[in-house]
């Protein structure tokens, strides 16, 4: 099992990774990816990504947030969902 702990690089990537997605740059985030698998840091990657949005928007926390997070999902997973 891989250390879950993150470090510096982790959270570099994770940055650069959300600026790629921003600017639509496509070979931006596969570079990203590869260095992570590179250094066999793709689970921290991905774990870096999620404390970045955790940090940068709280709101994404509340118990409302949480709900339609949830509808979210279960509709692109193709479930039908009744409000």
């Known amino acids: 099992m891989t250390d879950r702990a993150l470090i510096r690089d982790d959270c570099r990537r ?6 790629h997605h921003a600017r639509a740059d496509l070979e931006g985030i596969n570079a990203i990816l590869q260095e992570a698998d590179e250094c066999d840091r793709v ?3 991905f774990l870096a990504v999620l404390d970045l ?13 949480m709900k339609m997070l949830s509808v979210w999902v279960t509709r692109i997973a193709g ?5």
């Open 14 to 19: 994770a940055a650069a990774i959300v600026v």
């Open 43 to 45: 689970t921290q990657l």
């Open 53 to 65: 949005y955790q940090a940068l928007l709280p709101e994404l926390r509340t118990e409302t947030a």
């Open 79 to 83: 479930v039908d969902v009744t409000e």
